[in-house]
């Protein structure tokens, strides 16, 4: 493919030198993985060196399920092989069409008895500030079951706290709660864990500015927190995206129109 490419290069370099003029069309690059988004249909500026994980449900080449789609290794969509695994069956969350399903109830041994316990995670060097981007629908909703957290640490939570539907977000300190998110509809996350800096907004709703704490998460888990094996929250997540800067208002709008679109959202 290499050898390829430069072949192409050096016929284009000689019909310039020779005076004709080549116009093409540039797009950008995909993230590197097993199944890419399609090139030309997300914001460029998710290729900026600053995406540092990106999962994206219907990208089932790009996902380890066995036959009864409990999912075991969820894989990132860029190049830093960030993927969210679990080796245990009983722990696997569920692929289904419309996203992956967490605290789905797995069947346990024989008989009728079932439990609660999803969960998928990855350690890396990930630290704040950060910001992440989530296509999210509650299922139901349990005071201090989680959503999202860091690794072995309590410091990138995402968790149900307040009254129903309020989110809040941690890293060594409460936020305000959110609760423009409503049980069982789908919208858009975009929050920031910058300290007391912090933001929280749902879909278009204003953002909450809150303090968070500075505690860094060390990597991320998805469905309890990061540091107990409880409180695993029942939801369905469709794409997330994890990056390691404070996105701007152009940005941050652009990953947001992006993700509003390919979901039929109409938010």
Do not use: C
Not at 81 to 106: C, K, M, R, S
């Amino acid at each position: 493919m290499k050898r390829l490419i430069n072949i192409v290069l050096l016929l284009l370099l000689s019909i310039y030198l020779s005076g004709q003029v080549v116009t093409t069309s540039v797009y950008f690059a995909p993230p590197i993985s097993a199944s890419p988004p399609e090139e030309g249909t997300y914001p460029a500026v998710l290729d900026d060196g600053h995406t540092v994980a990106w999962f994206i449900s219907d990208s089932t080449a790009n996902m380890t399920r066995d036959g009864d789609n409990l999912v075991s290794s969820w894989g990132d969509e860029t190049a830093n092989n960030h993927d969210l695994v679990e080796a245990t069956t009983d722990y696997q969350p569920l692929w289904q069409a419309t996203g992956i399903l967490f605290n789905h109830g797995n069947q346990v041994g024989e008989g009728e008895t079932y439990h609660n316990w999803d969960r998928l995670r990855v350690t890396f060097a990930y630290d704040q500030p950060a910001m992440v981007y989530m296509v999210i629908r509650q299922l139901s909703w349990t005071t201090d079951d989680y959503i999202m957290d860091g690794y072995n640490v309590d410091n990138l939570g995402l968790y149900q706290n307040g009254t129903t539907p309020d989110l809040k977000t941690y890293a060594g300190t409460a936020s305000a709660s959110n609760s423009n998110l409503a049980l069982n509809t789908w919208g858009i996350l975009r929050i920031k864990y910058d300290g007391a800096n912090s933001s929280f907004q749902v879909n278009e709703t204003s953002a909450i500015t809150t303090n968070i704490g500075t505690n860094d998460p060390e990597g991320i888990t998805l469905g309890r927190p990061g540091n107990v094996d409880s409180s695993y929250g029942h939801f369905e997540v469709a794409e997330i995206i994890f990056r390691d800067i404070l996105d701007g208002s152009t940005d941050a709008d652009a990953i947001y129109d992006y993700l509003n679109a390919k979901y039929s959202l109409g938010l």
